[in-house]
């Protein structure tokens, strides 16, 4: 049973960091999905800048502990991604994934609010 919620605590931290990335997307189709998607990269960046501990990680940590398995050190991110993008990650990586996660929500915010614009001067 641990085992199972633990994957079920992986597949969500999964999915909030990949609704992070590209949550601006959804927001550019539905409107509505910003009012989720911009409190959630704030978090997201928050956490990503600050170098603080998503409450995640412990709660994924102590799931497989209690399964019998023995549970990874450190953060999410540093234990299942980086080795598959970036596996030399120099301490800089993070900031700098945060800066362009942070760069492309930007934009895509700045062209929704542009084509909400054009489209109120229409009328």
């Given at each position: 049973m641990y085992h199972l919620l633990a994957d079920m605590v992986f597949v969500l931290?999964?999915?909030f960091i990949i609704f992070v990335i590209g949550g601006g997307l959804l927001a550019w189709q539905w409107r509505w999905m910003a009012f989720l998607h911009i409190p959630a990269a704030i978090w997201g960046l928050?956490?990503?800048?600050?170098?603080?501990p998503c409450p995640l990680t412990p709660l994924e940590?102590?799931?497989l502990h209690s399964a019998g398995e023995e549970a990874y050190q450190g953060e999410f991110i540093d234990h299942y991604i980086v080795p598959?993008?970036?596996p030399e990650a120099d301490p800089h990586f993070f900031l700098e994934a945060g800066f362009f996660v942070?760069?492309?929500n930007c934009?895509?915010?700045?062209?929704?609010i542009m084509r909400i614009r054009s489209k109120k001067t229409k009328r």
């Open positions: 931290h999964l999915s928050a956490i990503e800048f600050l170098n603080a940590q102590m799931l598959l993008i970036y942070l760069a492309v934009v895509i915010y700045a062209v929704i």
